[in-house]
């Protein structure tokens, strides 16, 4: 897996998908302040990064999930990393809503799928896990197999790694936070003065910048 994650997060960098601006935070819509932003939704928009994304969870799910037999993405993010993955893969595809539509035929999963089907989920960047591990359970409550979850980043925060464990979900990324620090400052697109405050908002980022 390191073969993806330094590539991953030079073109993350590159195409500023990821934003590091330790002395200028961002606001996230929970209100927690932070040096880093990451849309991996820009990832869709240059193709040769697009097409790296696709063929390297091709590749994972092969390696790590030779019967996997359907692809699952998180919506909405990862709606057409997923699809186009399971393409590459000859699978089906799903994708699973954060909530059951509250009209129509109330699906939460879009698709079809028969339940007892080994799934492997897509998604594009996990946080605190909490929405990852929420379509997680949609699917195993539906019947699904779940082998497991492979994600573009990942923030690498406790609470993530304590939820995939309570819920007994493998996750693999294909990049993650201290590759991407180390990343960056390899590539002079931060200094080394920089690295502490990075870590130190990783270890607590609900608290940091607030004093």
């Known amino acids: 897996m390191e073969n993806y994650a330094k590539k991953t997060a030079e073109y993350l960098l590159q195409i500023k998908a990821i934003k590091l601006q330790p002395s200028n935070p961002f606001t996230w819509a929970s209100g927690w302040k932070s040096p880093i932003y990451c849309d991996n939704r820009k ?8 097409s790296f994304i696709r063929d390297s969870f091709a590749a994972m799910v092969r390696e790590l999930y030779p019967e996997a037999e359907m692809i699952a993405g998180v919506a909405t993010g990862a709606i057409a990393h997923g699809s186009i993955a399971a ?4 699978l089906p ?5 954060s909530e059951a539509k509250e009209h129509g035929l109330g699906n939460q999963i879009e698709g079809y799928f028969v339940p007892g089907q080994k799934v492997v989920v897509i998604e594009d ?3 605190t896990g909490g929405s990852s591990l929420s ?13 497991g979850m492979l994600a573009i980043f990942t923030y690498e925060f406790k609470k993530a790694t304590d939820g995939f464990a309570a819920e007994n979900c493998t996750l693999h990324t294909l990049s993650n936070y201290s590759v991407l620090v180390d990343t960056a400052v390899k590539s002079g697109y931060i200094g080394q003065a920089e690295v502490e405050t ?3 908002w990783r270890d607590d980022p609900s608290t940091w910048g607030t004093e």
């Open 93 to 97: 595809f799903i994708y699973v809503r």
């Open 43 to 50: 990832t869709l928009s240059f193709p040769e990064v697009r």
């Open 135 to 147: 379509a997680v359970r949609a699917l195993k409550e539906a019947g699904c197999e779940v082998m």
């Open 125 to 127: 960047l996990v946080s």
């Open 87 to 90: 393409d590459k893969l000859g």
């Open 198 to 200: 990075l870590k130190k």
